[in-house]
Each structure stands twice: as C-alpha cells, then as structure tokens.
C-alpha cells in the first residue's frame, strides 16, 4: 500500500480494556470485567460477520466454567439443550470396531454433566449477556496491527483497512481501520491467532516452554433418519483409516432434530507429506460403523479448524506489557477429552479478575503477572497437568502403544497423583516433522461419491465461505522461491493436501511450476500458518466479516 503518510489518520476509541475475538474466552472476560465493576469499559473485536460465523468446534461442552460465570444459566432459556446420554469410545479397523469398556477408562474422561451443543450458537448467546451488562461488540471488525507505546508496550489493536485492492492500493470504497486503544489488550483469537503469534515471538512468550503443538479438526453437520437419532450420544474412536504412525481420532455427536455432528481430527505431526487430512475423513465416513449411521442421511454443513494439542507443557507465558493471552490463543485444548472450551472461558474469567484489581489500583499498560502465575492452580491446571503426557507418548510409540500408556498415565494421575514419565516433551514443532516426499509414496485416495463422500469445492460451499476478490491475498508467502524449490520440489506441494478448502494448487503454465492461492476459498483453519515445512505462508486477516459464516457448527 503506499506511504502511511498519505493515508487518513484513523479515528480512535479508548476502553479500558481491549478483547480481540468474541469466542468463549473474550466473552467470558468481557462478562466478568462487568460483573465485578460495571463502569469499567469493555470493547469486543470480532472478525467474523456476526457473532459465532467464525466458531468451529464439536463441541461437548463441559459446563463448569459456565457455572462459575453465569450460576443461574440453567434455569433460563439457553442454547444449550441436549445433555449427554451415552458415552463409547472405539478402536476402528478396516472392515470393524472394539469397544473399549467405560471402567477400563480414568474418570476425568467420562462425559456425565456435559451437553452436546453448537458453540457458534453458544457464542450468540453469551454475548447477549455481554451486551446486557453494557459491553461493546463490534463483529465484522478483524484487528489486523498491534499498536505500541512509546516504551514498548501494547497500547491498542487497529482495525484492517476495507477496501484496499489487490494491488496495494486504495479502491474506490476504501475506508480506513479504526484504532482502539486500551489500558489493557486480551487477545482471544482463538487458535493460532495472528496477533497473537506475533506478541509471543516478539516478547519471547514462549522461550523455556515446549513447541506448540496442534491438530487439524474437520467436521460436517448431519441430518439422519429419525430411528437412527439418539440424542445425547457422543462416540469417540481412533485407528483406521490412519496408520499407527499417524495420530488422529473421530467423534460423533448426536444432537436432537435428528442431527450429528460428524468429525475428525489429524494430528499435524503427520510425516507424510502425501498424506490429505480431508481425504482420510472422508475414508472415515466409509467405515461400516459410520456408514450405516449416515446411510439414507444428508449433509448439512462442513467446516474445518486447526486445534491446539500442546497442552500444559507447551502454554507461553500468558502476560505481555500491557496485555494478556486467553482462549486458545494460550493453548489450554485437554487432547483426550477434545474439550478446551470451559479451559477457555476460564482463562477470560482469571485474566478480567486480574486486570479488574490491576485498574482498580490505578494501574494500565503492565503485565498481568498475577494472571500469568494463578493458572497452573486455577481449574485449568489441574484439568491440563494429569494427561500432559498422552499427546507426547502417542507421537512417540504410535497410536496402539501410545494410547495404552497415555491411560496408564492418566490414571496413575488420577489415583496417585503423579507420573512415572514426569512431565514428556513433544519435540519438533509440527512443520519439522514432515519428512521430504522421497522417502514417501503417494497415496491414492478413492473419489468422493457424492452421497457419503465429497470434494472440497462442494464442502467449502457448505461453509457458506466468501472472500472480496478483489483484495489483497491474505495467504502470504514471504519467499515465492523458497516455495518452488522446496515447498514443491522436495516436499511434493503438500499444501495442495493439507488444506482442506481447496486454497492452494501447484499448475503448469507453459511449462512451469506456478503456485495458485485461491484465497476466497479459504475457511480459516490456519493449517497452512502451521504445517508449511519452510514456515512460509502468513496467515493474516482478510477484510472485516468476510470468511466462512457457520450458523450451527
């Protein structure tokens, strides 16, 4: 874009504090800053068109948090309707399954109390609340730049320019970001959130801590045959269609009005460069046990997100100068029970407590030590530290052996409180771990059938995905180069397969290599930001409310 000189000065608002991302964890901060002192002023940034369009989870929701923050929720009229009734968990082969006995499993894994819920619609509805007790909610609004203070210090978070054309330049409809400044900045982004990943590398966050670690999560709403419907029932499982080597589950649950959420979910230390996430869920689906449930059924709705799989070990240190890290922003996903939502919420709550007594002391601009130091003993800690070796010991021994030792593990957690492996390391990050496509074949995965089965473009319809063409890419690669040579010439393109909307192509244009990047295809997952070998794909927001618009995932 040309010269910030020659762009209009933004126009500024000033709160108290500042929240990027109006999923649980923002919502639940903004909440509790005015339950404790109703004059504080409070701001929510939502990039998503409306509340909840951006939301993807599976979601079992634990209500814990939910009790703490809003104790009387049960006894309203709530989104959250379908408590779990049955709980099975499942090793999938080929051609059948086993079951695994409930006591044969540590009791932190039981879902009796928890609700099967749409957490995009949970969303709306807490910020109803919010926007009772006074907060400001801005969807349609990404923060796209952190702004910083004379010492070093984050002071606020601008809003994207609208407008601005694929070339750089200002388009007839330009119109320039707002500033919003704040004594306090939470960011809430959810997984690897882009000004999050920039605070952490540029305060050093997450030195002395372990590599980050996430998994891809790709999930399609269902409608099925009424007999077929069982409400309340969540199925987990893990094996088949992945190898032993490859880390990676399922799960089913069943809402009410005949629905399923049906999903999957890839670990992104996956070796093989030919591997497709996409294309294993979909193999999935045609498992007998999953086929018959959805056979006669229609698919509804599709969506993909990137998770944070590192747990306890790999949390960066949550306080900068004048922010905090919450949500998953920081990382606090329990892998086993695929449930970080009421750790999310928690993280608001602890962090809004801490800046409350931060301003009521006059205070604005610091760092939050008090949050940084309550949460290894607040409820997250003790949810995250018992199963902080599961992810670690399943990538080491592979899924059969992994598995058995993470439940060894947790119930040595569990009855004695401790670990005979101490606390494991993860060891690469998830991008080093893919190995170069020589070592690797192709894996020919069959074609969708249209019934059980589908292709990415008609999936990303499902998404209800939309992108202003003409604007500039928000998939940046920094070194075009580097992404021919290495990229495709010695990991095979991988990002054609690991992408599960269909973003990235490698073609031939008179007979040369050409990367294509259809960026309005994209749903926002960040696997790209992620799992790129050479860390050459910038994933950074687009204009304002544009992306997928989930309404019930």
Same mark, same amino acid.
């Given at each position: 874009?040309?010269?910030?000189?020659?762009?209009?000065?933004?126009?500024?608002?000033?709160?108290?504090?500042?929240?990027?991302?109006?999923?649980?964890?923002?919502l639940a901060a903004a909440i509790r800053l005015k339950q404790i002192d109703p004059e504080i002023s409070v701001?929510?940034? @939502?990039?998503?068109?409306?509340?909840?369009?951006? +939301?993807?989870?599976?979601?079992?929701?634990?209500?814990?948090?939910?009790?703490?923050?809003?104790?009387?929720?049960?006894?309203?009229?709530?989104?959250?309707?379908?408590?779990?009734?049955?709980?099975?968990?499942?090793?999938?082969?080929?051609?059948?399954?086993?079951?695994?006995?409930?006591?044969?499993?540590?009791?932190?894994?039981?879902?009796?109390?928890?609700?099967?819920?749409?957490?995009?619609?949970?969303?709306?509805?807490?910020?109803?609340?919010?926007?009772?007790?006074?907060?400001?909610?801005?969807?349609?609004?990404?923060?796209?730049?952190?702004?910083?203070?004379?010492?070093?210090?984050?002071?606020?978070?601008?809003?994207?320019?609208?407008?601005?054309?694929?070339?750089?330049?200002? =388009?007839?409809?330009?119109?320039?970001?707002?500033?919003?400044?704040?004594?306090?900045?939470?960011?809430?982004?959810? +997984?690897?959130?882009?000004?999050?990943?920039? +605070?952490?590398?540029?305060?050093?966050?997450?030195?002395?801590?372990?590599?980050?670690?996430?998994?891809?999560?790709?999930?399609?709403? %269902? @409608?099925?045959?009424?007999?077929?419907?069982?409400?309340?029932?969540?199925?987990?499982?893990? =094996?088949?269609?992945?190898?032993?080597?490859?880390?990676?589950?399922?799960?089913?649950?069943?809402?009410?009005?005949?629905?399923?959420?049906?999903?999957?979910?890839?670990?992104?230390?996956?070796?093989?460069?030919?591997?497709?996430?996409?294309?294993?869920?979909?193999?999935?689906?045609?498992?007998?046990?999953?086929?018959?449930?959805?056979?006669?059924?229609?698919?509804?709705?599709?969506?993909?997100?990137?998770?944070?799989?590192?747990?306890?070990?790999?949390?960066?240190?949550? +306080?900068?100068?004048?922010?905090?890290?919450?949500?998953?922003?920081?990382?606090?996903?329990?892998?086993?029970?695929?449930?970080?939502?009421?750790?999310?919420?928690?993280?608001?709550?602890?962090?809004? @407590?801490?800046?409350?007594?931060?301003?009521?002391?006059?205070?604005?601009?610091?760092?939050?030590?008090?949050?940084?130091?309550? %949460?290894?003993?607040?409820?997250?800690?003790?949810?995250?530290?018992?199963?902080?070796?599961?992810?670690?010991? %399943?990538?080491?021994?592979?899924?059969?052996? =992994?598995?058995?030792?993470?439940?060894?593990?947790? %119930?040595?957690?569990?009855?004695?409180?401790?670990?005979?492996?101490?606390?494991?390391?993860?060891?690469?990050?998830?991008?080093?771990?893919?190995?170069?496509?020589?070592?690797?074949?192709?894996?020919?995965?069959?074609?969708?059938?249209?019934?059980?089965?589908?292709?990415?473009?008609?999936?990303?319809?499902?998404?209800?995905?939309?992108?202003?063409?003409?604007?500039?890419?928000?998939?940046?690669?920094?070194?075009?180069?580097?992404?021919?040579?290495?990229e495709l010439g010695v990991y095979a393109g991988p990002s054609q397969r690991y992408c599960p909307a269909g973003v990235y192509e490698w073609v031939k244009e008179e007979g040369e290599d050409k990367f294509?990047?259809?960026?309005?295809?994209?749903?926002?997952?960040?696997?790209?930001?992620?799992?790129?070998?050479?860390?050459?794909?910038?994933?950074?927001?687009?204009?304002?409310?544009?992306?997928?618009?989930?309404?019930?995932?």
């Open positions: 874009m040309s010269e910030a000189a020659e762009l209009p000065e933004r126009e500024s608002m000033e709160f108290d504090v500042v929240i990027v991302g109006a999923g649980p964890a923002g701001v929510v940034l @939502e990039k998503g068109a409306e509340v909840g369009a951006h +939301v993807l989870s599976g979601n079992v929701l634990d209500p814990s948090a939910l009790d703490r923050l809003l104790p009387e929720w049960r006894r309203e009229e709530t989104p959250i309707k379908t408590a779990v009734t049955e709980d099975r968990f499942f090793l999938y082969g080929p051609h059948g399954s086993v079951r695994l006995p409930n006591f044969a499993l540590p009791k932190l894994m039981s879902n009796h109390g928890n609700f099967v819920v749409s957490l995009g619609l949970v969303c709306k509805w807490l910020a109803e609340k919010a926007e009772a007790l006074g907060v400001e909610i801005y969807p349609g609004f990404a923060a796209s730049e952190l702004l910083f203070g004379d010492d070093n210090a984050v002071i606020g978070v601008a809003t994207g320019d609208m407008g601005v054309t694929r070339t750089g330049e200002p =388009g007839p409809m330009y119109q320039r970001g707002m500033a919003l400044i704040g004594k306090y900045v939470f960011l809430g982004e959810g +997984v690897r959130g882009s000004l999050a990943k920039r +605070v952490i590398e540029a305060y050093g966050l997450d030195q002395g801590r372990e590599p980050a670690k996430f998994g891809l999560g790709i999930k399609e709403l %269902w @409608e099925i045959a009424p007999e077929k419907s069982k409400p309340g029932r969540i199925e987990h499982s893990f =094996g088949w269609p992945l190898g032993d080597k490859t880390g990676g589950g399922s799960f089913l649950y069943h809402l009410g009005e005949n629905q399923v959420y049906v999903g999957f979910v890839v670990h992104l230390n996956y070796k093989n460069p030919y591997l497709s996430p996409f294309d294993e869920f979909q193999r999935f689906k045609t498992h007998p046990d999953v086929a018959e449930l959805l056979k006669g059924g229609k698919r509804i709705a599709y969506g993909a997100r990137a998770i944070t799989e590192g747990g306890y070990q790999s949390v960066p240190k949550l +306080v900068f100068p004048g922010g905090a890290l919450i949500g998953c922003s920081a990382g606090f996903v329990n892998v086993p029970r695929i449930k970080g939502v009421h750790n999310a919420m928690t993280s608001g709550m602890l962090a809004a @407590e801490k800046a409350a007594e931060a301003l009521k002391a006059g205070r604005s601009g610091d760092r939050l030590n008090a949050y940084d130091e309550a %949460w290894r003993d607040s409820p997250i800690g003790k949810d995250l530290k018992p199963v902080r070796n599961v992810k670690p010991l %399943w990538s080491q021994y592979g899924t059969r052996i =992994g598995i058995m030792l993470g439940g060894l593990d947790m %119930w040595t957690n569990a009855l004695f409180g401790f670990s005979f492996f101490g606390t494991k390391t993860h060891g690469k990050p998830d991008y080093a771990c893919l190995e170069p496509a020589e070592k690797h074949q192709p894996i020919a995965y069959p074609k969708p059938d249209g019934e059980l089965t589908f292709d990415k473009v008609s999936s990303v319809y499902l998404s209800n995905t939309n992108h202003e063409e003409d604007q500039l890419v928000h998939l940046q690669v920094k070194d075009p180069a580097l992404q021919k040579s290495s294509v990047i259809n960026a309005q295809n994209c749903v926002h997952c960040k696997t790209c930001d992620i799992k790129d070998p050479n860390q050459n794909i910038d994933w950074v927001p687009p204009q304002g409310g544009e992306g997928p618009v989930y309404e019930v995932m």
